[in-house]
């Protein structure tokens, strides 16, 4: 099993910035891919960004290119979410999710950690 331990989100104005962080513990050599989804209320889940074991591939979707950086930090097995120029619509539940594969489907992932608020006022 794999624990993911989400931190940092919070209530933001439109144009401020964030740093979520994801702490994975346990089988931890068994996570190839982590990353990060979003639920609005009324929305399906959808993916924010993923990165591999190996740091040498990203995935973002377009409505945060240029905007939300994702990073990690392998000795700390901990994955970050740098998030700036927030806009309302970023406002949601972000997960931290693991797997051992990657991708950009919520299939791929087996572990999910409980989420942490995002809020972004205009």
């Known amino acids: 099993q794999v624990q993911l331990v989400e931190s940092g989100g919070g209530s933001v104005q439109a144009g401020g910035s964030l740093t979520l962080s994801c702490a994975a513990s346990?089988?931890?050599?068994?996570?190839?891919?982590l990353g990060w989804f979003r639920q609005s209320p009324g929305k399906e889940r959808e993916v924010v960004a993923v990165?591999?074991?190996?740091?040498?591939?990203?995935y973002y979707s377009d409505s945060v290119k240029g905007r939300l950086t994702i990073s990690r930090d392998i000795a700390k097995n901990t994955v970050y979410l740098q998030m700036t120029s927030l806009k309302p619509e970023d406002t949601a539940v972000y997960y931290c999710?693991?797997?051992?594969?990657?991708?950009?489907?919520?299939?791929?992932?087996?572990?999910w950690g409980m989420g942490t608020q995002v809020t972004v006022s205009s």
């Open positions: 999710v693991a797997g051992p594969s990657g991708g950009s489907s919520s299939n791929s992932y087996e572990y």
């Open positions: 346990g089988r931890t050599f068994s996570i190839y891919s």
């Open positions: 990165i591999d074991y190996k740091v040498t591939s990203t």
